[in-house]
C-alpha cells in the first residue's frame, strides 16, 4: 500500500485525474462565442429595457398626465407637467415629459403603476453615450423609442368599448348608442 501511494504522489496522480477532465471537456465542447454587433442574443419576453411612452392605433398619445408614475419612481427619474385640454377641462394630458435615464432603476414600478398603460419597457438596451447630457429624454424621443418598440397599438378605450361613449359626455366624435 505504502509503495503504491509513493508511485501515486511520485507522478502527480490528483494532476493527472484532473488534467483528464480538462482534456474531456475541452474535446467535447464546441466554442460559444456569440459576435456581437452582427448577431445579437435573444432576451427573454420579461427583459426591462428602455421606457418607452406608447400611444393608440390613431396617434393620439396615451399618457394622461396623471403623474403616478412619478410618484411610484423610486430614483425619482421622472418629471411630468400636465396641462387640460382646451375647452374640455375634463380631460388632461402630458405637456411635458422628462427621464433621466442615468438615475433609473429599470424596475418597472412606473410601468405598473400606469393606470392607462402608457408606458412600456422595451427590448432596448444599446444606449452607451459618450455625455451622459444624452440619456436625459423628452417626450419626443420616449414616444420615439415607444413606436420602435411597440409597432402594434391598441385602439382607444372609446373603440374598444362601444358602450363608454353612451356614459362619456366629453367623447363627441363617437356615434350615440342605438337603443
Not at 448577431?39 to 403616478?68: A, F, H, I, S, W
Not at 424596475?107 to 405598473?112: A, T
Request: glycine content about 6%; some cysteine.
Amino acid at each position: 500500500m505504502k509503495i503504491k501511494n509513493w508511485i501515486k504522489s511520485l507522478i502527480f496522480f490528483e494532476i493527472l485525474v484532473g488534467m483528464k477532465a480538462t482534456l474531456t471537456h475541452f474535446l467535447r465542447y464546441r466554442p460559444i462565442t456569440i459576435e456581437y454587433p452582427h448577431v445579437k442574443k435573444q432576451l427573454p419576453d420579461n427583459y426591462r429595457g428602455m421606457l418607452g411612452l406608447l400611444k393608440y392605433d390613431d396617434g393620439t398619445e396615451k399618457c394622461v398626465g396623471c403623474d403616478l408614475c412619478e410618484a411610484a419612481c423610486p430614483s425619482r427619474v421622472i418629471k411630468v407637467v400636465s396641462a387640460e385640454v382646451p375647452g374640455e377641462p375634463a380631460k388632461r394630458y402630458a405637456r411635458e415629459y422628462t427621464m433621466d435615464m442615468t438615475r433609473c432603476l429599470f424596475c418597472g414600478l412606473c410601468v405598473e403603476a400606469c393606470p392607462v398603460d402608457a408606458l412600456g419597457m422595451s427590448q432596448e438596451f444599446e444606449w452607451a453615450v459618450y455625455d451622459k447630457r444624452h440619456l436625459q429624454l423628452n417626450k419626443e424621443q420616449l414616444l420615439a423609442i415607444g413606436d420602435r418598440a411597440f409597432p402594434k397599438r391598441e385602439k382607444r378605450l372609446e373603440f374598444q368599448h362601444p358602450n363608454v361613449a353612451w356614459f362619456n359626455v366629453a367623447c363627441r366624435e363617437m356615434p350615440e348608442k342605438e337603443l
